[in-house]
């Protein structure tokens, strides 16, 4: 089946580690995102990719990076610079351009930091 | 400036009453998309519909319809003759012709009591 696949579905870290969110999608889309959901304010985009080998700054790229080696891969990586970690993140992905068409979503990532 | 508000954090529903989650948006272009998705306990977004800035139709699936008004910037979404799994949180999003990126509400969560 198509869709995307998020993993693990949760993780734990400890503080001053970095870890990274696995993003997987085979659905062909160029387009890829990552969001941050933390309650009470809705989703905060954090990185997204329109093509392989390129990928931008969303709203709150601080303490964060990514990689887009792969056309179906996204990974996250939440680094020690990121003082508050402690989140549910989002993967999504759209076809190419094409915002007229609804983004899909992962299952998502708990982060918790221990 | 916040491009999506949901004004409601948390609605509660006696079972079998209608329901009504607003959305106001923002945007300077005449071309833009609007887009509802429900997140249940599980954590994915599910994608309810979709919306272009040309077609002011009203919509009707089953129990849901969505009311679309562009002189009030308005996309609400309202539930008929709730049940109980229809609790869940819910998004509006928006995204423009122009831009490349989804745009997110913080969320509506509803809770229909049986």
């Known amino acids: 089946d198509g869709g995307i696949t998020q993993s693990p579905k949760y993780l734990f870290r400890k503080e001053g580690q970095n870890v990274t969110l696995s993003c997987e999608q085979n659905?062909?889309?160029?387009?890829m995102y990552w969001y941050r959901q933390d309650p009470g304010q809705g989703l905060r985009l954090i990185y997204y990719?329109?093509?392989?080998?390129?990928?931008q700054k969303g709203d709150i790229a601080e303490g964060y990076s990514v990689s887009r080696e792969k056309k179906e891969s996204f990974p996250l990586t939440v680094t020690s610079a990121q003082k508050n970690p402690t989140a549910f993140y989002l993967c999504?992905?759209?076809?190419?351009?094409?915002?007229?068409?609804?983004?899909?979503f992962g299952q998502g990532t708990r982060l918790t930091v221990v | 400036a916040q491009k999506v508000t949901q004004a409601q954090t948390e609605i509660s529903v006696v079972e079998k009453e209608d329901v009504t989650l607003d959305c106001v948006y923002e945007t300077r272009d005449t071309t833009y998309y609007l887009f509802w998705y429900k997140q249940p306990p599980s954590g994915e977004l599910v994608f309810l519909i979709r919306?272009?800035?040309?077609?002011?139709q009203n919509e009707i699936s089953g129990r849901y319809s969505w009311n679309f008004q562009k002189s009030t910037s308005s996309f609400n979404f309202t539930i008929t003759a709730s049940q109980v799994v229809d609790s869940a949180v819910y998004f509006c999003?928006?995204?423009?012709?122009?831009?490349?990126?989804?745009?997110f509400g913080t969320g509506t969560s509803l809770t229909v009591i049986p």
């Open positions: 659905l062909n889309h160029d387009a």
């Open positions: 999504a992905s759209s076809p190419p351009g094409r915002l007229n068409t609804e983004a899909f």
């Open positions: 999003a928006l995204s423009e012709a122009t831009g490349n990126q989804f745009y």
């Open positions: 990719s329109q093509i392989v080998n390129d990928f």
């Open positions: 919306r272009n800035s040309f077609d002011e």
